[in-house]
């Protein structure tokens, strides 16, 4: 595949732009696209489970076949894989140069070692979604934990 440079939309619940960045395509299937990119916000944000940093090596795996996507997040310093950051969302709409993605607020936090946090729940449990939706990213949470659970690729590389 030719490397090809990507726009990733990220939207919120209703579907509304909120940010987007470029990425570089790596590899792509019939339901979904793997993509290299790097955090674009200036400066640093200490989430409290990791320090996100300016110029941090991404590797997104979008999918329009699930309810979540999984981006490997790599220290700008060192590459040194920091964890991978789940967000809970919409299938992604996958075209030739562009990816959108609805946002649902729910993410998960994978640390190297395997450990799952949860976060945003709170502002999950006020989106006003319906139920079916609700329900499809709750399952989705799940289908992380059991990604990790059995070392599926990408968290084939957890110590």
């Known amino acids: 595949m030719t490397t090809r440079t990507i726009t990733v939309h990220k939207r919120d619940h209703t579907g509304r732009e909120i940010w987007h960045y470029e990425g570089q395509a790596l590899a792509s299937g019939d339901t979904w696209i793997l993509l290299e990119a790097r955090f674009n916000v200036p400066g640093e944000r200490d989430a409290g489970y990791t320090v996100f940093r300016f110029n941090d090596r991404y590797i ?19 590459d040194q894989l920091k964890g991978w950051y789940c967000n809970i969302g ?12 609805d946002d649902l607020a729910l993410d998960v936090w994978v640390d190297p070692l395997g ?35 059995t070392r599926a690729t990408p968290f084939d590389q957890i110590a």
Do not use: G
Not at 90 to 100: C, G, K, M, Q, S
């Open 60 to 78: 997104e795996r979008f999918f329009s076949d699930r309810w979540y996507t999984i981006w490997e997040v790599h220290d700008v310093a060192n």
């Open 90 to 101: 919409r299938p992604a709409i996958i075209e030739l140069n562009d990816v959108y993605y």
């Open 115 to 149: 450990h799952c946090r949860i976060l945003d729940e709170d502002e999950f449990a006020t989106l006003p979604i319906d139920a079916i939706t609700h329900a499809y990213a709750v399952a989705a949470v799940d289908a992380v934990r059991t990604l990790v659970a």
